[in-house]
């Protein structure tokens, strides 16, 4: 599951954001994420699940991820795209 690949590269925690039309298709593919991430030792609240409406929620938990370089780098691209979305 490519998800899981971007933990091996180093990054510390993903954000999905899903749209209400494919939120249940998503939160399927969370969960067993997350059931994967449990069974190979990591804790599965580095994985999230959130819809549009909760993008202020989103930046707080950007700040309490713990920062490694590419975790660091990922997280200020994602604050920069949330400021200044891409119409």
Do not use: H, T
């Not at 804790?43 to 959130?50: A, I, M, N, T, V």
């Not at 950007?62 to 795209?81: D, T, V």
């Amino acid at each position: 599951m490519w998800l899981l690949s971007l933990f091996s590269s180093g990054i510390d925690g993903i954000f999905v954001i899903a749209c209400d039309e494919c939120r249940d298709l998503a939160k399927g593919r969370v969960e067993y994420a997350k059931r994967l991430l449990k069974e190979i030792g990591l804790e599965e609240e580095r994985l999230q699940l959130y819809e549009p409406k909760e993008i202020g929620n989103i930046m707080d938990r950007i700040k309490a991820i713990p920062k490694n370089r590419m975790g660091l780098a990922l997280m200020e691209q994602m604050k920069s795209e949330i400021r200044n979305p891409k119409s």
